[in-house]
């Protein structure tokens, strides 16, 4: 279980980060317009799951490591367009953290998921069982 808790505090740790670096990067480092960019305003979607994240929550984990997949495509975008290097390179590191938090999730979920296909197995065996009985 300490490796649940190593996941469990990396998925923290980069959704947190990611939230700071996006408003940073509006903001601060390379906005779109000088002295911020409304843009800025992308990092509030984040905060949902967060409350959730920090909680354990199985299900918030699961569907906001679908949902921060937008991330990941919207840094892609970004640093392959962007014609500010620097802007490019915050694209980067947008691509990096939101790559650190869907490994994170995915791994802190892996044995529920594997205690759910083996409760729906053995489910499944004792309906045969039932049936093979009547």
């Known amino acids: 279980m300490e490796q649940q808790k190593i996941f469990h505090l990396g998925a923290i740790g980069s959704l947190v980060a990611l939230i700071a670096w996006l408003v940073a990067w509006e903001l601060l480092i390379a906005p779109l317009r000088p002295g911020g960019s409304i843009l800025a305003l992308k990092a ?16 918030t984990l699961q569907w906001s490591s679908m949902v921060i997949l937008l991330y990941f495509t919207e840094g892609v975008v970004r640093a392959w367009s962007d014609t500010v290097a620097l802007s490019r390179y915050m694209a980067l590191g947008e691509v990096a953290l939101v790559c650190v938090y869907f490994a994170c999730a995915l791994l802190y979920l892996r044995p529920y998921k594997k205690a759910a296909k083996r409760m729906a197995k053995e489910l499944l065996d004792k309906v045969k069982a039932a049936k093979n009985e009547c």
């Open 44 to 59: 509030l979607p984040l905060l949902i799951p967060l409350r959730g994240v920090l909680k354990r929550d199985i299900y």
